[in-house]
């Protein structure tokens, strides 16, 4: 008799992925000098940063992060910037929801995937421009979040 657990019992084991030298060094101080202007802005039609209310994981507390999402047909894509480790990231991945607040609306989003990069290309491709994608290389974004809006 097998003492191992079921593999649809068992929660998916995610491989951690942070920030490259680059983000960790530039955008990680330019951040938190930034975040306070950006919070008053994301989520405004034309602008394109949304917000995103979160619970923490620990604490309970509710939370309001910034970040490059856009809405897809039924799905939400936020490229992971300081990667699948930061607070927000395991926040949403652990609730299993969050809503969003993009260009004017707001959605409530759930079933949050980690994806490679490289494995959505055509989805990324669709959903950001020209310029954003050039920034994710620059910037050596190899994770997107993806959720699926609730119905």
Not at 15 to 37: A, E, F, Q, S, Y
Not at 86 to 92: F, G, K, L, Q, T
Request: proline share 9%.
């Amino acid at each position: 008799m097998s003492t191992q657990p079921h593999a649809h019992t068992e929660p998916p084991r995610i491989v951690p992925v942070g920030p490259t030298p680059l983000v960790r060094l530039v955008l990680g101080p330019l951040t938190k000098m930034l975040n306070p202007l950006v919070g008053k802005l994301a989520g405004r039609r034309h602008v394109p940063m949304a917000q995103l209310h979160h619970i923490g994981r620990r604490t309970g507390r509710s939370y309001l992060t910034s970040v490059g999402a856009r809405v897809s047909g039924s799905l939400v894509l936020i490229p992971l910037t300081f990667g699948n480790q930061s607070d927000w990231a395991r926040n949403v991945y652990a609730a299993g929801q969050c809503s969003v607040h993009v260009n004017g609306y707001t959605f409530r989003a759930e079933h949050p995937r980690f994806l490679a990069a490289a494995d959505i290309a055509p989805l990324v491709r669709a959903s950001f421009n020209p310029v954003e994608r050039l920034v994710f290389k620059v910037l050596g974004i190899k994770q997107f979040m993806r959720l699926e809006l609730a119905l």
